[in-house]
Every structure is written in structure tokens, then in C-alpha cells.
């Protein structure tokens, strides 16, 4: 009988196991994010593919080319179910405000956000950034970042990281996570 419940209980642990394992797989690329008006979380955007990008507002060029090449794509492509986030790197300086102004400027469909957890979630998306001192400049830093954007799609499961940024890569990821995942 002992060893009935011996096995049992072995079973039940490693049952246990493998469902903590899949939630963690599962929940790898969520985030909570403050926008201009409210907290949320990944789930929230739901019913819409998203697709995620990291930079900040004082960025001289790479971030503001991205961002308007996403939304010419987006704007070709023509679809009302297509969310454009725009998650900030320099925490200190961009505020939720601005950073909607900024997105809104390029897509309509956008949220300008700030994460709880930037760290946690830039290791996630495999982000890489990194603050450099700049004392002689009227700015006093900039940030050193990865240049990608990831796409998720309706519900909000990774779909791909897009870093050769062309024209035609984006528009073929986007037309592929459509395909793929309707």
C-alpha cells in the first residue's frame, strides 16, 4: 500500500511539474504595460495581431525610420486588426503621453507603453539596450538598443521577430502570421 501511494504521490508531483513548465512556456512573452490612459496586460489586446517594438522618443533615426516603414507596411496591407505598440527603453525621460503622440503620428491603431517589468520582458524578446552617458550633450544619454520588431498574433502567442527590417520582410511576416494564424 505504501508503495501505491509512493507512486501516486511521484505521479502527482511530476503531473504538477509539467504544468508549472507549460505555463512558464506560456507566459514567457506577456507583459503588463501602463498606456495614457490605463494598466494593461497582453491579454487584454486580444482579437488583434500585435506587433511590438522597442526603442525610445529621443532616438535621432533608427527608432522614427522603423516605426513609419511599419506603418507604410501596415498601411498597404490595410487591415483594422492590427495593433502597432511601441514600448519604451528610457523609462526616465518618455512619459505615456508622449509616447502615444509619437506612435499615433505614424498608426492610428497604437499604444504608446510603458513596462512594469522592462527588464524581465526585454530578456524575453531577447532585447538588447543599454544606457550611454553622454555629459557633453544636451540630451545626457542615449540609448544603445537591438533594433526588431516582434509580432504576436490574436492571441497574443509569439509568432516571429522581424530584424531585417525591410519593406518586404515586414509585409511578408505580417502576411504570413495572417495566413498562418487567422
Given at each position: 500500500m505504501k508503495k501505491i501511494i509512493s507512486i501516486l504521490t511521484t505521479i502527482l508531483i511530476l503531473f504538477?511539474?509539467?504544468l508549472f513548465i507549460n505555463k512558464e512556456k506560456a507566459n514567457k512573452y506577456d507583459f503588463v504595460a501602463q498606456t495614457q490612459n490605463?494598466?494593461?496586460?497582453?491579454?487584454?489586446?486580444?482579437?488583434e495581431y500585435k506587433i511590438l517594438y522597442f526603442g525610445y522618443l529621443f532616438c535621432p533615426d533608427v527608432c522614427p525610420a522603423t516605426l513609419f516603414r511599419v506603418s507604410e507596411v501596415l498601411s498597404k496591407i490595410n487591415r483594422q486588426d492590427i495593433k502597432l505598440l511601441f514600448a519604451t527603453l528610457d523609462e526616465e525621460r518618455d512619459t505615456t503621453e508622449q509616447l502615444q503622440e509619437m506612435v499615433?503620428?505614424?498608426?492610428?491603431?497604437?499604444?504608446?507603453?510603458?513596462m512594469k517589468d522592462l527588464d524581465k520582458v526585454a530578456k524575453a524578446y531577447n532585447v538588447k539596450y543599454k544606457k550611454i552617458q553622454m555629459p557633453d550633450s544636451a540630451i545626457k544619454y542615449s540609448i544603445a538598443h537591438s533594433s526588431a520588431i516582434y509580432l504576436l498574433d490574436k492571441n497574443g502567442s509569439f509568432f516571429t521577430e522581424v530584424s531585417n527590417l525591410t519593406e518586404e520582410d515586414i509585409t511578408q511576416a505580417i502576411q504570413d502570421m495572417i495566413k498562418q494564424r487567422h
Open positions: 504538477a511539474f509539467v490605463k494598466e494593461i496586460k497582453l491579454r487584454d489586446l486580444d482579437g499615433g503620428n505614424f498608426y492610428n491603431n497604437s499604444l504608446g507603453i510603458k
